[in-house]
Nanobody, 120 residues
Framework: QVQLVESGGGVVQSGGSLRLSCAVS????????EGWYRQASGKQRELVAT???????DYADSVKGRFTISRDNVRKTVYLQMNNLKPEDTGVYYC??????????????WGQGTQVTVSS
């Protein structure tokens, strides 16, 4: 089993920054990809960014140039640095992991989520 615990959410003004963390534990040898999703109130959950063990990253168009996903293999933590935040970035942010990016998208493990609120 894999456990994911997110932290770092909060309330920030438009243009501000936050860094989310996702602590990964459990059967981590089976994990080769992690990602961050978000869900705004009344909307579907959407993929924001992914990262592989090899360091390859990918981002949703809406966050390119503003968000950066990274991982610390020693601390077994995945980060999402969010800069120049906008009100439309508001939502619950979830960490997810899987054997591959495709496997993660299909049936990866979820964290409990952390709330991000951006005020205008």
């Amino acid at each position: 089993q894999v456990q994911l615990v997110e932290s770092g959410g909060g309330v920030v003004q438009s243009g501000g920054s936050l860094r989310l963390s996702c602590a990964v534990s459990g059967t981590i040898f089976s994990i080769n990809a992690e990602g961050w999703y978000r869900q705004a109130s009344g909307k579907q959950r959407e993929l924001v960014a992914t990262i592989t063990n090899g360091g390859s990253t990918d981002y949703a168009d809406s966050v390119k140039g503003r968000f950066t996903i990274s991982r610390d293999n020693v601390r077994k933590t995945v980060y999402l640095q969010m800069n120049n935040l906008k009100p439309e970035d508001t939502g619950v942010y979830y960490c997810r992991s899987g054997f591959s990016v495709a496997a993660m998208k299909a049936a990866g493990h979820w964290g409990q989520g952390t709330q991000v609120t951006v005020s205008s």
